[in-house]
């Protein structure tokens, strides 16, 4: 079993930054992809950006030229760079694997491994 944990969420003004991390257990890290999702009160959880076993990355729109995703595999390590937060970047962050050598998919229902969440705020 695949455990994901995240970190590096928590409180702050719109336009800071937050870095968060997503460390996995799995062996094989270097080998599969990694989503970000999330999730605000009341609303569906969706894809935020995602990079590949390759390195390929994909980004939702509403963050593109914002947040930079990137991985270190030595480290079984994932990042989300988060810049020029909004208010509406507000939500619960998710970490997701798929199996391995699989591409990147927007589909939350494609990743097979999730993490436990952390809380992103951002106050106007």
């Known amino acids: 079993q695949v455990q994901l944990v995240e970190s590096g969420g928590g409180l702050v003004q719109a336009g800071g930054s937050l870095s968060l991390s997503c460390t996995a257990s799995?062996?094989?890290?270097?080998?599969?992809?990694v989503g970000w999702f999330r999730q605000a009160p009341g609303k569906e959880r969706e894809f935020v950006a995602a990079?590949?076993?390759?390195?390929?990355?994909d980004y939702a729109d509403s963050v593109k030229g914002r947040f930079t995703i990137s991985r270190d595999n030595a480290k079984n390590t994932a990042t989300l760079q988060m810049n020029s937060l909004k208010p509406e970047d507000t939500a619960v962050y998710y970490c997701?694997?798929?199996?391995?050598?699989?591409?990147?998919?927007?589909?939350?229902?494609?990743?097979?491994?999730w993490g436990q969440g952390t809380q992103v705020t951002v106050s106007s």
């Open positions: 997701a694997t798929r199996d391995r050598w699989l591409q990147i998919s927007r589909y939350r229902n494609e990743y097979k491994y």
């Open positions: 799995e062996r094989t890290f270097s080998r599969v992809t």
């Open positions: 990079i590949s076993w390759s390195a390929g990355t």
